[in-house]
């Protein structure tokens, strides 16, 4: 193979890596599977990625834990019995630099209950 790696086998390998997409890897299949160098290119960019996304995984992290504030169950809780009862402090910081963090259905109960934030300038690490 001439021209080095081929960016249609990176970005499958590095999309199989970060989001499971398997069915990606049809394109390495189909040409006739990767070369050492293109498995060197897609972890390098995978670790990149892992090292740019990590403030945002924190962020969803801590949201949860805002959420949860230190309670237990011994049931799979309901999004009302998360949301019941978080104090002014919890709610605010939820809907500032938390929101784009959330979880997709965390945020619409979010949204459902205090409405979509004004994020202008909010999520800034």
């Known amino acids: 193979m001439t021209g080095g790696p081929r960016s249609e086998i ?4 590095v999309n199989a890596m970060m989001n499971g997409d398997l069915a ?3 394109v390495v299949d189909q040409a006739g599977g990767f070369t050492a160098e293109e498995r060197a290119q897609a972890d390098a960019l995978f670790a990149a990625q892992l090292e740019a996304s990590a ?3 924190r962020r969803g992290l801590e949201a949860w834990e805002v959420l949860l504030d230190g ?3 011994d049931h799979a809780a309901t999004w009302d019995e998360l949301f019941d009862g978080l104090s002014n ?24 209950r205090f409405g979509r934030p004004n994020l202008d300038g909010a999520g800034d690490v």
């Open 55 to 57: 403030p945002y995984r």
């Open 24 to 26: 990606g890897l049809e």
């Open 89 to 112: 402090e919890a709610i605010e910081r939820l809907g500032t630099n938390l929101y784009d963090s959330m979880h997709d259905a965390m945020r619409v109960e979010y949204d459902r």
């Open 10 to 13: 990176v970005d499958a390998l």
């Open 71 to 73: 309670r237990t169950f």
